[in-house]
């Protein structure tokens, strides 16, 4: 099974992929710092600079073979959504969410996975997800703290799990709340999404209460990490994708993948 991974950072979600049995064959990456990192874990992939210029052909002209590509994944730009900023979403000039899908539609891989911040499920996430099932997905959306892969931290991160209509076999775990022969409309999606958030809330909070209360008490947020003046590596570190976070559902997408082909 192959994949693309766009924002790819340090590769945290690469990383994830190959615990899984995933190769990635395509980065998309355009900090400096972040490319070195790539370039020297995975110094056989090529890396492009620009999500706003990465197309098929451009993947073609590299050596990527685009019919194989199975898995498209990516933790978009989090500033337009995160409650430590602005919050202006389409407004942002770092919304790049239109470029994801515009990639998803020209090279129409089976899985789409998504990574943001908590902040994207009040603004922003209807949106993907209506333009996921505008172009041919069936989504579901999941909260993953990263306390629950044993984090001494919360980082709740929103993990949106898309899977191509085209395909033959329809996955169950998509279909809960359609209904058949009908088609949802964009509010009654949304109220889907949130009566999935309410329900899962209370059962996140109960996961990780005990975490907090070991953070408090942790020595690593009132010592030194060694690591402050090197600030491009702090900064890719806190943009990273925690790869034990989504491994879960990059395991369970290559299972599926194996038991199909």
Request: glycine residues 8%; neutral net charge; contains cysteine.
């Amino acid at each position: 099974m192959k994949s693309i991974e766009l924002f790819a950072g340090i590769g945290g979600i690469a990383l994830a992929a190959e615990w899984a049995g995933i190769e990635t064959v395509a980065l998309c990456e355009r900090d400096p710092f972040c490319q070195q990192v790539l370039n020297k874990h995975w110094p056989s992939v090529p890396i492009f600079d620009d999500i706003c210029t990465l197309n098929k052909q451009a993947l073609e002209e590299r050596g990527v073979d685009v019919g194989t590509i199975e898995l498209i994944s990516g933790g978009y730009p989090c500033q337009p959504f995160s409650v430590a900023g602005e919050r202006k979403g389409e407004d942002d000039d770092r919304h790049l969410w239109p470029e994801v899908k515009r990639l998803l539609q020209e090279i129409q891989p089976t899985w789409f996975v998504g990574e943001n911040v908590a902040g994207h499920i009040t603004l922003g996430l209807d949106t993907v997800l209506f333009d996921l099932e505008s172009i041919g997905y069936t989504w579901q959306p999941f909260i993953i703290p990263a306390c629950a892969v044993n984090a001494p931290h919360r980082r709740d991160r929103v993990f949106i799990v898309a899977y191509s209509d085209s395909k033959s076999r329809s996955l169950t775990i998509f279909n809960r709340d359609r209904k058949k022969g009908k088609s949802r409309n964009k509010k009654e999606k949304v109220r889907s999404s949130n009566r999935f958030f309410a329900e899962m809330g209370p059962k996140i909070d109960s996961d990780v209460r005990g975490w907090e209360t070991e953070l408090a008490k942790s020595r690593l947020v009132r010592s030194d990490d060694g690591i402050p003046y090197l600030v491009d590596r702090l900064r890719s570190l806190g943009n990273a994708v925690v790869p034990q976070q989504i491994y879960p559902i990059l395991k369970f997408i290559k299972q599926i993948n194996d038991m199909e082909t």
